[in-house]
Nanobody, 128 residues
Framework: QVQLVESGGASVQAGGSLRLSCAGAESVYDRYCLAWFRQAPEKEREGVAYIDDDHNSNYADAVKGRFTISQNNAKNTLYLQMNSLKPEDTAMYYC??????????????????????WGRGTQVTVSS
């Protein structure tokens, strides 16, 4: 399988915007779930945005209304548009890909362990 490769992380001031990209996100499955997770130092990894093969998107409450997950038309690149960034958004951001069962969840109920493919991450730092 093609490796997932994240890019776009940077240091920005609070209130700024960034767009993260994840190349290699094409799925061999008809039903899939793609996600962005993040992990801050000394904190647990958390899922922040999800999108499935039906183009449904879901978000963690902490980022709802500020972050947008999307795919390009070829469905081989995953994006995370992050607006109104806050210092608490500082973390390493990872993209993840997995299979979705028919009627299965593709939201915050789905933990990282259920995603077999991961990128190595891109660092986002937001200063106040």
């Amino acid at each position: 399988q093609v490796q997932l490769v994240e890019s776009g992380g940077a240091s920005v001031q609070a209130g700024g915007s960034l767009r993260l990209s994840c190349a290699g996100a094409e799925s061999v499955y008809d039903r899939y779930c793609l996600a962005w997770f993040r992990q801050a130092p000394e904190k647990e990894r958390e899922g922040v945005a999800y999108i499935d093969d039906d183009h449904n998107s879901n978000y963690a409450d902490a980022v709802k209304g500020r972050f947008t997950i999307s795919q390009n038309n070829a469905k081989n690149t995953l994006y995370l548009q992050m607006n109104s960034l806050k210092p608490e958004d500082t973390a390493m951001y990872y993209c993840a890909a997995g299979f979705r069962l028919f009627g299965g969840a593709c939201d915050t109920r789905r933990t990282g362990q259920s995603f077999p493919r991961w990128g190595r991450g891109t660092q986002v730092t937001v200063s106040s």
